[in-house]
């Protein structure tokens, strides 16, 4: 979480706020006195179950051998969460669906000229380590719905592989047309380098991992430290989920046994091009291989050699050949019914299955949740009477592609945009920092969370260790001035990379996504040393953290369903959308002016004149000039949506203020009401070229996989420079903006009724 | 150069500047219009003189054999060069002294625990590359200066040993009192290195190539490819040049025979632990014996291995032994008496000795001055006289110290005083740009010269081809305005690193440096392999820019030379010292700021609070507030400056649109009062700690050793944040700037009465 200060004369009414936040300790948002006291009570009795001996104990269990999509057990993992759930007390099951996994059946990485050398493609077993030689179960190296295919061809060195390492080669002169590209991991969402490699003519794609990311040149490697052995390797999914996440057959619905399913051929998440993940071990004689131009500075790895882009001497051989059976999904499913809500849902969820043995991806967040679960059984029995109805969910098919995720999601699409609350996500956790990214109608309520949770480390709450690493973290003035005087530290806009996308993305479901992080660090990510051994030798190995974020979420869940009124909060919002549009205004005009320079440029004869003719560097493309865009219905929608939140705001602080305003029995349908606030910020028609993905304010980034891109449609027309969308886009977003405003004058106009 | 605009608007009088600058082709500064096309004729004559097959043939005759001070070569080269001149039928001769130059005896790097490893010290001969297997000839690879010594300690790595890694190093903990440090190259000049590491109470100081700088980080490796092979070995001075530069046992006076000296026991500039520069190849295994921390992120080289900072477990032997013998230099020195005005001195240098061959390091930079001297024998055949006397100097020595240039200088200090002109220097050149750096008030000067000089590649004027790079290596939109606007590129200002130092930093000569460069590269830089075989593969193999390098500085020279009035210009040097001065007040301020700043953090407990308990940081030392200063003085002086200079200009500008002006005989009278406008900034009490240093605008950084630091009295003073200090400097440089803008006042009313 980044936490920094709500500027108070912006929203028009600052003393107001500032007799709001922080709240007074007794005090909970949407609660009355009364049941504010009843929650605080129960909450404190929460956090002080969840015990580091239960967590280290699930993660044993749990990682005890690979547990992957299809393997026998992640089927038996499902099941011994199941009679968990069960033996807390709480009514589960398991829900099945039958998805497009491809395991692999055939691999060939080979240099082929000048030399010849022929690529392991294996992770040695680790002596002291036992479960890391357990080959017969483990899923091989690859990565996952990469196309079929059998290619030679000269390779060529491509950075990260991401646009911007194109527009340098073509400026270097080198063509990826019929080559096979070599990336290095990190730098974008691993999909991307054959989407871009492919579009660019490639006709293989081999990623691999570089030592100064996560090998020897960060640290000590496994088993000596935390970081990438020499043969490690990533394995990890590279269908195109920008497009859509999920069984590339069942777009938009369940993955239901009968489901309606596409031939694979039509399958549009399925890579282009043929794609192997490789280690340094085996990359190093391949990169050693290329000649050509000496890589640019920052595309410069750890290797001890000199890095060149080719294309060739090297020549590679890459054959990839998958079993592309459908494989069945274990969806674990348990549920607490509301006591007075029970149509009102907070989904709790975390992922169970791994590539191998995953203890830190994703053990280190499904226990905790577990944990969580132990605890909610205890205080049923003690009386404990949530208000709404809680959902926790232990996804499988998180890994290949957010699979069980979103096919529940798909499966219940219309309940959830009715009942559905929020929704919570864990994945892996670390030491270090409460790291919160999510909807901006929680930010306030979230940082309300992180102020009750006692950081294991420095025994400060996991709020204000937050806010002193703002401090030390700022860049400027201003924002070491916001990161000590805002109400609330700012949290992260979500893209993707976690089961929350279909929630927020498709269906518009308020979420927030945890973890601990910052402090230590690994190379074992998606490869067999994900282990119990590793986990406990090298991470929170007392497992505290693990503690506190069962801790940190469940008190979350709890307080969510609990709440009178839930207590979502849109003045933080609007702030942050109207950061947004800003920015999208900058970056219209900052592109406009960088066209017109480089047009300048061109003219000038900038470029031939520091071209080295030993090393020249074709000129780039004149472009036409970019027109001026109208975003005046965006800044109107903004201000709007300003105005809205800030009447809510004021209604809800008087009605807050009355102590017992929120007990009276129509706040069904004002919890109603603020249920539609983050529907309204979907269209119907999606983004652009990919209407599964229909939020207007949140989506991963079409060319960056895992990071976000807000107010996708226009960022992205911009940063396309496709001017027409661009114009187009902004009137969607405004459209979606003006429609949340109205929820919110909806919403105040009832709480108005509570304290009138 | 870096080439930028005149702010206008800023002098005050901007029409008028703008009708002046670009002069129109046919006019010339501060000629008549009758002396100006005289000068053009010749001057075009001059230019097409240079022939690449002469600086070939003068670049390999010289690097035949290793010709380090001391050596037979050097004395052999020395009366090669004197020949030369005489063949030319310039007046020369060969001037000696006498300076200590410490030669190795003894070297010995060895790992003791816990591996034992012997460093090997020795720089391999490589087929096909003849002058390489010269052993028995060459200097062995060491550091001259360093003081004998025998220890043996555990090793520290301590990245660039500049000051700011020492506090890095605290935070984490590690002393290096009583340790070897380990530093690598750059970052700082190499005599930085053990100074600090000796203030830090470290016992010894080795310094290595990292490959990330110079070796295959960047490019292939020698014979292959340009760069450093693994057994490359950079030697080097590291005496404490920042103190006072030339023989150690004679500062301040020339080292002629009977020259009273100092004890070696009294020489301040002398190492004070011992040092020796070793490959990569010797560094590796020492490097990868370290424990303890990893270093920081942007500590790590280009070694295939973790960098750890230490200390321990790695023990490291170090021997040093000299022979502190004094040794010989030769000077040669021709002189073209001036026919009108023989007490007005011109002076053009460059070094002829070298560490090995050195083939780029200094030949590059000799072979033309060779050819400008060729060039004037047949000018002067022709008829041409130059107004006043030109000096040709190849320093010797210029390598441990810049001992030729330096005793040189101090021998004929008085009259240096009163006859210099301007001294010109160069030492290697390149493929690539005009870099210039120099005084300001040759600024306008010199980018007159650019322009009328062609670039061999581009066959765009140099001047052009350096505006356009400008234009693209500007990081902001206005750095981008002022280099398409702005009448004349910025020059840099002056640290050290070559012969130019006595003339600018001791007597106050105005001074210009030039090279090409900034394209190509390579990793020979004072080794056995900087020799003819490898510059004619890699560098300025045509020649062309050696002929452009001989262009410039010989055009500059004529023009110098040959101008009724000398034409320094002032308002180009205020507004360079107006920048300075803003930069000194914002440094006081920030770092006033940043004391603040931290003082709070540490009251807020931000470093507690972010320190990983796995790894932990120390906090920084609280330090006392600072106090403001007083800019008052330096802002009156800067602006009395601006006054003058704008005051001469207007003056100057009247006397030079009266197109026969300057040819009256009194303008020997503003020539000497021109002589001392650089002389006015300098104290005769000179630098604190450092009086030998006597210019108050440019000298070398006690802590950065080339790089420079501008207003050295008053940055220096905040930097060490001794404010007593910092405010006595104020006064002392705004004296100096008043004292230039008397002289600068003083020459305008002699203008005026030019043109009244």
């Known amino acids: 979480m980044r936490l920094i200060a709500r500027p108070m004369v912006a929203l028009g009414f600052g003393a107001l706020l500032l007799a709001l936040a922080p709240s007074p300790a007794d005090e909970l948002r949407g609660f009355t006195v009364e049941s504010a006291k009843a929650e605080r009570e129960w909450e404190t009795k929460f956090r002080a179950i969840p015990s580091p001996d ?57 240099l082929v000229a000048p030399t010849t050398f022929r690529a392991k493609l294996q992770e040695p077993a680790v002596p002291g380590d036992p479960t890391s030689s357990q080959v017969a179960e483990q899923l091989p190296t690859y990565n996952a719905y990469s196309i079929d295919g059998d290619v030679t061809a ?18 270097m002169g080198v063509s990826v047309k ?142 990839v050949k998958s079993d592309w059976s459908l494989k069945t999904l274990y969806d674990v499913i348990a549920r607490i019914p509301g006591a007075s809500a029970p149509d009102e849902w907070v989904i709790r969820g975390n992922h169970h299955d791994a590539w191998v043995n995953g203890a830190e991806d994703p053990l ?33 098919g998180e890994e290949p592609a957010l699979l069980g995720s979103t096919e529940w ?35 306030q309520f979230i940082n309300d969370v992180a102020r009750d949770i006692e950081d294991p480390e ?13 401090v030390a973290d700022a860049k400027t003035a201003d924002e070491r001035q916001e990161a000590r005087q805002r109400a609330d530290l700012r949290i992260d806009a979500l893209g993707s990379g976690s089961d929350y996308t279909p929630f927020l993305q498709h269906v518009g479901i308020a979420t927030l996504n945890l973890g601990f992080g910052g402090e230590g660090g690994g190379g074992i990510y998606h490869s067999i040393y994900d282990d119990f051994k590793w986990y406990t030798t090298f991470d929170d190995t007392s497992f505290v953290y693990g503690r506190a974020l069962a801790q940190t979420i469940g008190t979350a869940v709890m307080r969510l369903a609990d709440a009178d009124v839930v207590p979502y909060q849109f003045t933080n919002f609007a702030e942050t959308v109207g950061r947004y549009v800003k920015e999208v205004e900058k970056l219209a005009t900052e592109t406009r002016d960088q066209i017109q320079e480089r047009n300048r440029e061109l003219d000038d004869g900038v470029f031939m004149a520091t071209s080295d003719p030993w090393q020249p560097l074709v000129p780039p493309a004149r472009e036409p000039a970019a027109p001026h865009l109208n975003f005046a219905p965006l800044d109107d929608a903004a201000d709007a949506l300003t105005r809205a939140a800030e009447r809510y705001e004021r209604a809800f602080a008087k009605a807050q203020a009355n102590g ?12 109603a009401t603020l249920r539609q606030a983050e529907r309204a910020l979907t269209a119907a028609t999606g983004l652009p070229r990919r209407p599964w993905y229909r939020h207007l304010v949140y989506a991963p980034g079409f060319y960056t996989g895992y990071g976000v891109k807000t107010l996708p449609g226009v960022r992205e027309a911009i940063e396309q420079k496709n001017w027409t969308e661009a114009g187009q886009q902004i009137g969607a977003a405004a459209q979606v903006l003006t429609a949340e405003a109205g929820v919110i004058n909806q919403a105040a106009e009832q709480v108005d009724k509570f304290a009138p």
């Open 458 to 470: 420095t025994k400060l709450s996991v709020w204000k260790r937050d806010q002193l690493r703002a």
């Open 54 to 110: 239960s967590l280290r104990e699930y993660m044993r269990r749990l990682s005890t051998r690979p547990h992957h999509v299809g393997s026998p057990y992640d089927k038996d993992n499902a099941e011994w969460i199941l009679a968990k759930f069960k033996s807390f007390g709480l009514d589960a099951h398991i829900e099945n669906f039958d998805v497009l996994f491809p395991t692999p059946k055939e691999r060939v990485v080979e």
């Open 660 to 671: 017992s305003s929120f007990g009276k029995p129509d706040v069904g349908t004002l919890n």
């Open 178 to 319: 019929g080559a096979i590209v070599i990336a290095r991991y990190f730098g974008s969402w691993r999909g991307i380098k054959p989407k871009v490699a492919a579009e660019h003519g490639a006709v293989g794609c081999i990623i691999y991992s570089d030592p100064r990311e996560d090998g020897y040149t960060q640290g000590a490697v496994y088993p000596q430290g935390p970081w990438r052995p020499k043969d490690g390797v990533q394995r990890g999914s590279v269908m195109d989920m920008p497009l859509y996440p999920g069984d590339p057959l069942t777009p938009g619905i369940g993955a239901t046994k009968d489901a309606k399913r596409l031939p694979i051929g039509e399958a549009a998440t399925i890579t282009k091009i043929p794609v192997l993940p490789i280690s340094y071990g085996d990359a190093q004689p391949l990169l050693a291989a290329l000649g050509g131009r000496v890589a640019p500075q920052e595309w410069r790895g750890g290797l001890g050699i000199t890095y060149h882009v080719g294309p060739g001497p090297a020549k590679v051989h890459l054959r």
């Open 154 to 171: 000269p390779l060529v060195y491509v950075n990260f592989g991401v646009p911007a390492d194109y527009e340098r080669l073509e400026r």
């Open 364 to 396: 280190s967040g499904q226990a905790p949740l577990i944990e969580e679960a132990r605890a909610y059984g205890l205080l049923l029995k003690q009386g404990w009477k949530p208000r709404r109805t809680i959902i926790y969910a232990a996804w499988d």
């Open 409 to 443: 999601v798909e499966a219940h699409a219309d309940e959830l945009a009715t009942k559905a609350v929020a929704y919570l996500n864990s994945d892996t956790n670390n030491r270090g920092y409460l790291e919160v990214g999510g909807s901006h109608s929680l930010e």
